[in-house]
């Protein structure tokens, strides 16, 4: 989708070079997809706390749950 933007050309071209990157179409791309994926990771923060935590777990009997006795490898 072809868009027009009036965009700061002092800027894009430092964040071009700091990315390593060769057009100002890839500089945007990057950025919108940092700012997805830091949007999502915000959203994430808001489970905090909502989560009930099982202290009984145990995660390495987890882990085991499937292998085979190292003797039959």
Do not use: H, W
């Not at 700091?18 to 950025?31: N, S, W």
């Amino acid at each position: 989708m072809a868009t027009n933007l009036a965009l700061d050309d002092g800027l894009i071209e430092e964040a071009r070079q700091l990315g390593g990157l060769r057009t100002k179409k890839d500089v945007v791309t990057q950025a919108l997809l940092e700012y997805v994926q830091r949007r999502k990771q915000l959203k994430l923060l808001d489970l905090f706390g909502t989560v009930d935590f099982a202290e009984d777990f145990d995660a390495k009997a987890q882990r085991a749950v499937g292998r085979k006795p190292s003797a039959e490898l």
